[in-house]
């Protein structure tokens, strides 16, 4: 039950993220698609393509190991 709460969780905060930062129709789309159907993969995916190029360098270089 704690992993289909997470994964509702994790589908609802890059749902709203793609809606917010993503500016074409078609792109949302697929995304949220994606998020969808193919599941946790698709998450890091978007992590890694989207949200962190969004992050200023300065914020990520002083980023604790």
Do not use: C
Request: aromatic fraction near 16%.
């Amino acid at each position: 039950i704690l992993s289909v709460v997470t994964w509702l969780a994790l589908v609802i905060y890059y749902i709203l993220h793609v809606v917010k930062h993503i500016k074409g129709d078609g792109e949302k789309i697929l995304w949220i698609l994606l998020f969808i159907f193919i599941g946790t993969i698709t998450f890091v995916i978007y992590f890694f393509m989207r949200v962190v190029p969004m992050r200023p360098k300065n914020e990520i270089a002083q980023m604790p190991i």
